[in-house]
């Protein structure tokens, strides 16, 4: 049989034909791989990074992580509520009958709070603005997964049981009902305050704007309230300093009410 004999240069020149085109290929996926590798990751904004709002329920039970939230804020509503309570009406002094709230509150034919005999006082009149409004959610407090005993505890805890305590800033999320909110710069209109004064003196209020020097610097609060400077309910502002009658900078605790999903 006769073979063809391919010429020795014209096979040489094929070689080096495909060498050539292996070495592009091989480059072309070593180049692939490396934009793989060195592709910039995605980070998140500066805003992402310094996120200011505590995820609620971090201190409640199980009843609170099933009864999880979502992040509607409710301080539209609590904005216009609170625009319905006529002012002033007395402040309740000193441990009168009651708890300071305008309206008896009940859940299921049980007391939650009782009408204040003299007036009201700043934790019984957040109280009540808070449950106002989470009494109109579908379901009402109980698809929030709030009971009669856990109402009251709820209560006890806004309350402030104990002096220089964070009361609703620690109220809310304990119940997966709210968020912390740790900037000042993040605080919102209708947020809740447990804020406490170089005397000693603590006072629970609904935010609306801080006061600011001329060059910006937070000096001190507006807020919504009961206090006896307002004779009961009304609009106030203190400052924030060293002043016997500031309020203490580090101890002033800022939360944020939630819609929480029903169950």
Partial sequence: MDLEIEPYSSKMSRLWHIAVL???????CKSSDDAKT?????????????TSVVPPGDAGDARTRRANTTQEPLNPRILEIIK??????????????GHGTTRDIYLDGKE????????????????????????ERPGGVRAAGIDVSRAKALR???????DGGQGVAAALPKFGLGQRVARWEDARPGDFVQGWFNSGRGHAVIFLAWKRDAKGTIVGMRYWSSQPQTGGIGVFEHGIGSGRNHMNPRSIYI????APKTR
């Fill in 38 to 50: 060195t592709a910039p990751v995605a980070r998140p904004t500066d805003d992402a990074r310094t």
């Fill in 156 to 162: 006890h805890i806004w309350f402030v049981p104990n």
């Fill in 22 to 28: 292996c070495i592009g290929f091989a480059a072309a």
């Fill in 255 to 258: 939360s944020r009410a939630i």
């Fill in 112 to 135: 939650i709070a009782k009408k204040g005999t003299d007036g009201s006082h700043c934790v019984g009149l957040t109280f009540e603005v808070f449950w106002r409004v989470l009494s």
């Fill in 84 to 97: 319905t309570y006529p002012a002033r009406g007395g402040y309740a002094r000193g441990k009168q009958p």
